[in-house]
């Protein structure tokens, strides 16, 4: 049987020093990180991907957007990069994808730290995929962006920034969303519950208290089956960590990038 097609994923890559790859979630690509990534490059080596399916990546045909695929082009891509190990960062599914990768080989990565993420898609995150898809079927596309809106930011930040509104809808309406549909459906099922023990990875959770995506209750249940794993919370702030809080999210990084470097390697 033909090996499964690998897809030429666009990189931004920027800065040197210890490299950093950036997953971004579903819907996202690497854009989603703009904030954090100027401050990061300056002492480090920043890949920035976009996906499968995702921004400027192509989607192979008959892919399923599995975390096996996934992980794969990841894997491809730190080969191509030259990369041995490095450190992770990945919001939302994008954590998943750094947790399946962590758990896949543990060799090519250095740390981890997951935004927004949980080790398993719970129901509630699912109904909150469905309602976005209920809502584009039954009311229309501009009801589907101001319920993303609604669900992915704090209110406070989306009055702070109006002018986003128009930008996000404008970039939703000129995307091919087929590959974020296929990976809506694979996470539905994502569930390493009973593995994560086994992640010896220094990891490092990050997440806002407000979240309507993933409930906050994931960040505890992440620091208290990943050993060693340390939790950063913001208050007043939703899914959407890097943007509304890109300082403070850059500084967590550096510092946590810092101390696994400091490490001695097992």
């Known amino acids: ?34 904030a954090v990534l100027p401050e990061l490059a300056k002492d480090h080596g920043i890949f ?17 957007m ?72 039954e009311e229309g596309f501009d009801a589907f962006v101001l319920r993303l809106l609604k669900d992915l930011y704090y209110p406070d930040w989306i009055e702070e ?31 390493l519950r009973g593995r994560l023990g086994g992640v010896k990875i220094p990891t490092l959770v990050v997440q806002g208290m407000d979240d309507h995506v993933v409930d906050p209750s994931h960040a505890r249940l992440l620091r208290q089956t990943i050993t060693g794993t340390e939790v950063r919370l913001f208050a007043r702030t939703g899914h959407m960590v890097p943007m509304e809080r890109p300082a403070e999210t850059a500084e967590a990084i550096r510092k946590w990038v810092a101390r696994a470097e400091s490490r001695p390697a097992a």
Not at 50 to 55: A, C, I, Q, S, Y
Not at 166 to 180: A, F, H, K, M, V
């Open 48 to 64: 920035a991907l976009d996906l499968r399916g995702h921004g400027r990546s192509p989607l192979p045909e008959g892919s399923t």
């Open 66 to 137: 599995s975390f096996d695929e996934l992980a794969r082009d990841v894997v491809a891509v730190l080969d191509r990069e030259g990369v041995r190990r490095a450190h992770l960062v990945g919001i939302s599914a994008g954590g998943f994808l750094a947790l399946t990768l962590a758990l896949k080989d543990a060799t090519r990565v250095a740390s981890m730290t997951l935004v927004s993420s949980a080790g398993h898609c719970d129901a509630h995150t699912r109904s909150v995929g469905q309602r976005w898809a209920d809502t584009y079927r």
């Open 161 to 191: 920034h109006m002018d986003m509104v128009d930008r996000i809808r404008d970039d939703l309406r000129s995307r091919d969303l087929t590959g974020t549909l296929r990976w809506c459906e694979s996470i539905r099922n994502f569930d």
């Open 1 to 34: 049987m033909a090996a499964p097609e690998l897809p030429d994923l666009y990189v931004l890559r920027e800065g040197s020093g210890p490299p950093v790859v950036f997953l971004h979630g579903i819907g996202g690509d690497h854009s989603m990180w703009n």
